[in-house]
């Protein structure tokens, strides 16, 4: 189905530019040696996938950290792992790249034959549990707090919340003053961090609100995680029944 770009969308583009912009001019000491910014490089498929975004707004808004390698650092789409953003989401377009890439990490788009776990757990989830996404999204949305992948020289990757403090402040802020806009745009009745991380910045973000939205966390799919390897499907849907999100 053909989506219609509407105010909210305009606003949720706009707002997602100013934070590509600010994050552009940011930098960053080692041990970060490389600076992912996929809402440059993928920016088509980024506001391709602002543009499916209820127009009426929603009731329940997922967010995860940052961009992971294999997922949005490729598609521009938060957890976008290729097989669900192309498929379930129907986006599909060119992706360019960064200025500088590691070996280690090259941006493919949508020909990259990796996987991103993390992002193939949370869509199908969602694709389970919805059956179409135009369904998913009449009452749910997915974003991230902060669009930059981190990298060290050994291509390993450098979360948010482990840079030095000075630089995390900065990019807090200009993060946390997105958030806030995607919020006072979407108008959610729920807030759902995928991680503890994720659940905090929400915290932040809304502490200075005046909103009675209720904020929550499911366990973050991260293969890395032992709890995330034994059933995560299971234990999310259960989080969410108990949180008064799903029936």
Not at 181 to 188: A, C, Q, T
Request: charge should be neutral; proline fraction near 6%; hydrophobic fraction near 40%.
């Amino acid at each position: 189905m053909a989506k219609r770009t509407t105010n909210l969308h305009r606003k949720l583009i706009a707002a997602a530019q100013s934070l590509r912009d600010q994050t552009s001019e940011l930098t960053f000491a080692e041990p970060v040696t490389h600076v992912y910014n996929p809402l440059v490089y993928a920016w088509d498929a980024h506001t391709a996938y602002l543009e499916s975004a209820n127009p009426n707004g929603i009731t329940t808004l997922f967010m995860g950290m940052n961009p992971g390698p294999w997922g949005m650092a490729q598609t521009g789409v938060p957890f976008g792992e290729i097989d669900a953003v192309k498929t379930w989401l129907g986006i599909d377009k060119n992706v360019g790249k960064p200025p500088t890439e590691h070996p280690k990490r090259l941006i493919e788009g949508f020909k990259c034959s990796r996987s991103e776990v993390s992002g193939r757990r949370l869509w199908g989830l969602f694709r389970d549990r919805f059956g179409e996404s135009d369904h998913f999204f009449q009452s749910h949305f997915v974003t991230n707090f902060c669009p930059l992948v981190f990298m060290e020289a050994s291509a390993r990757n450098r979360t948010p919340d482990k840079l030095p403090k000075e630089e995390r402040l900065l990019l807090d802020r200009i993060c946390l003053e997105h958030l806030t806009k995607v919020i006072e745009i979407l108008k959610p009745e729920f807030l759902v961090g995928v991680g503890a991380y994720a659940e905090k910045q929400f915290q932040e973000a809304t502490s200075a609100m005046e909103t009675t939205i209720t904020t929550t966390r499911i366990l973050h799919p991260s293969p890395a995680s032992p709890a995330a390897n034994r059933d995560w499907q299971g234990t999310a849907t259960k989080q969410l029944v108990e949180a008064g999100i799903w029936s």
